[in-house]
């Protein structure tokens, strides 16, 4: 900064100036005044040299300060850095390059009102700006068991399962009830049992109606609703037990359960075909149900002079029958509306109707005589518009009208089976037959006399008599790889234990109705499992002499003969004196067996299923007549695939 000087410190300022101020000494010449300061101002910026103490105070802001050697005993292990205080950061630029600004807002006490949510609502909505979802309607459903409104916590009654048409029921409170237990399935079972005790039962708590949670202590009359198990504060296990408060484990428990959160898969198991039948029992469109995308509305009904063209190999056509099937528009591509499917009379010729209703645009009405053909006219142009806009393909080849319409799906044909007259169809093949919980009412009768209907079936005479299954030629069971008698390995129970069971739940398990193969048939009331005993087969034991005299005197009279063969010597006379297992017809690919069991030196006939059932089938098995010529052969109605066409 001084030109031709190098200064290193601040002695070499110091000799500077003592040799410009002594001129005796061989210095320049000295610039009178501060002449001889000011030529350093331009050098400096900033600063104006006046004399020598400005110079030393330039160089002492600028120049680091001298570092101390640092001094340290090894004896005291102290430094002479550790008495010295740290010197605070001066912020020289304060108030020149940065300020700190402070803003105070002063708010009187009780001067300002807040808006409550109401007015931020109604502000909000006179802007028009912000799009709000419509208002959620109160849920009004009520809990059977507790009657409190609504879904419950998850973490305590847990949300609604439905029980019947127009019945909720809470997770927990069904869960937890004494009688109810759980499938493996996540089925409940029982839970009807434990609401109508419940109805009579008082809550221990709150003394109201619906408490299904007992005390599992002996003779503890203590019961609860579940929530007011939770607020009596009462213990609970994990093997489904519960103790009240009077008689719960003072200390901690390793089986005690600590939260009744349900994210598994459970459902009450119900009886879907007296569902349904209440439903149609309460009357028309009061009520409705749905099938994924179907919604069933009314079913209709058959007149006598309909029942022959009103049909087809495997659907009824009831005029009236009226449903709503949700799928693809054919003027909107991705996007779904409703499909009104009616079924209608014209010139004695059934009329399939099919209204689009989308919003927004106008209905659209398509007519035709067949189911297929009225739904093609619609799916043909939603599969040409979807492959337009290179979207999923649709395979109109393989959507049939009939499911579509919704005549085939099985609560709908449990339904339209069980309409009066329905027997007088002869090309459809029936699937379920009529079921007595559906007493739909009767027909109109155009001609106002009964007489004038046409006749049903009647019985068929069984001139042969039945053989059973281990009393056949060949000594096999029904089906191959079986072994010759169900009563195998898999019972844990014995024969007698299973007999005696039998004789006091027989009318739980089958109950008789019109059959689609002939007559009367015997129908499963439940679901029956494999080699479960179904029904005996009862009436007079009589010997081959007797039974032979019998057939000629209920042929001259005209009866059908109910006889079956229990061994060489004697057969059971059901003509007379039998039970409902006598209804059970043949069928070449049966669903039960025949089999001679001994019970207390006696033997006796059972009906045992040789595969799963399920609730409203049938009861079949093979009479295994003896071969005999062309002129005594009778035929086979079963309808199987595999039917002989003949039963002897």
């Not at 090894?74 to 390059?97: A, H, I």
């Not at 003072?250 to 598994?264: D, I, M, N, Y």
Request: with cysteine; charged share 25%; proline share 5%.
């Amino acid at each position: 900064m001084l030109p031709g000087y190098s200064l290193k410190n601040e002695l070499d300022i110091l000799t500077l100036l003592k040799q410009v101020s002594d001129p005796g000494r061989g210095g320049r010449p000295p610039a009178p005044g501060t002449e001889w300061l000011k030529q350093f101002d331009a050098m400096l910026p900033g600063y104006s040299l006046k004399n020598e103490l400005d110079i030393l105070t330039l160089l002492k802001q600028e120049s680091p300060a001298l570092e101390k050697a640092v001094q340290h005993c090894y004896v005291n292990n102290v430094s002479n850095l550790d008495g010295e205080e740290p010197r605070p950061r001066l912020k020289k630029w304060k108030g020149v390059r940065w300020k700190r600004l402070r803003f105070l807002i002063t708010i009187q006490k009780g001067g300002a009102k807040q808006d409550g949510e109401k007015e931020i609502s109604e502000f909000i909505e006179k802007l028009g700006t912000t799009l709000r979802p419509e208002k959620v309607p109160r849920d009004l459903r009520k809990c059977c068991f507790c009657h409190e409104e609504g879904d419950g916590a998850t973490d305590g009654p847990a949300r609604l399962l439905n029980l019947d048409l127009d019945l909720w029921v809470h997770l927990n409170c069904a869960l937890w009830s004494t009688e109810v237990y759980e499938t493996q399935g996540g089925a409940l079972i029982n839970v009807e049992g434990a609401l109508h005790r419940g109805l009579l039962t008082k809550c221990s708590l709150c003394q109201k109606t619906g408490a299904t949670n007992s005390c599992n202590r002996i003779r503890c009359p203590s019961v609860y609703h579940f929530a007011c198990a939770i607020r009596a504060k009462c213990m609970f296990f994990k093997d489904k037990t519960m103790l009240c408060p009077l008689h719960k484990l003072k200390g901690p428990c390793e089986q005690e359960l600590s939260t009744f959160t349900v994210f598994r898969r459970v459902y009450i198991e119900r009886d879907e075909v007296k569902q349904i039948a209440s439903i149609i029992q309460r009357g028309e469109r009061l009520h409705m149900f749905r099938v994924g995308g179907l919604l069933f509305h009314a079913i209709g009904q058959l007149l006598p002079h309909q029942m022959g063209d009103f049909h087809s190999v495997t659907a009824l056509y009831p005029v009236g029958f009226e449903a709503t099937r949700i799928y693809w528009s054919l003027r909107t591509n991705n996007r779904r509306c409703c499909y009104r499917c009616t079924v209608c009379e014209n010139n004695g010729r059934p009329e399939f109707v099919v209204q689009a209703i989308e919003q927004g645009l106008e209905d659209l009405v398509f007519t035709d005589a067949s189911p297929q053909a009225v739904w093609n006219r619609i799916i043909e142009p939603v599969a040409a518009m979807r492959k337009e806009a290179d979207m999923l393909r649709l395979f109109p080849e393989y959507l049939k009208g009939e499911e579509l319409f919704g005549l085939t799906v099985h609560a709908v044909l449990r339904i339209a089976e069980s309409l009066p007259g329905v027997e007088s169809c002869q090309n459809y093949l029936f699937r379920y037959g009529r079921h007595p919980l559906m007493e739909l009412p009767l027909m109109i009768n155009p001609t106002g006399c009964a007489r004038s209907e046409p006749k049903i079936l009647t019985h068929y005479k069984r001139p042969h008599t039945l053989n059973s299954t281990s009393m056949s030629k060949a000594y096999q069971s029904t089906f191959t790889g079986e072994t010759n008698t169900p009563y195998s390995k898999q019972f844990v129970h014995s024969k007698s234990s299973q007999y005696r069971r039998l004789k006091t739940e027989w009318k739980n398990n089958v109950y008789l109705a019109r059959s689609r193969i002939q007559g009367l048939g015997l129908y499963a009331a439940k679901d029956l499992e494999k080699h479960t005993m179904v029904i005996e087969y009862i009436g007079t034991i009589i010997r081959n002499e007797v039974a032979n005299r019998r057939e000629k005197i209920y042929e001259e009279q005209n009866r059908g003969i109910y006889m079956f063969r229990i061994n060489n010597e004697h057969v059971i006379d059901a003509t007379l004196t039998g039970g409902p297992a006598r209804y059970i017809n043949h069928s070449c690919a049966p669903n039960c067996v025949a089999e001679v069991v001994t019970f207390d030196k006696e033997d006796k006939i059972i009906i045992i299923s040789s595969r799963r059932i399920p609730k409203g089938e049938e009861l079949t098995y093979d009479y295994q007549f003896d071969f005999e010529d062309d002129q005594h052969k009778i035929p086979c109605h079963c309808g199987a695939w595999n039917c002989r066409k003949w039963m002897n």
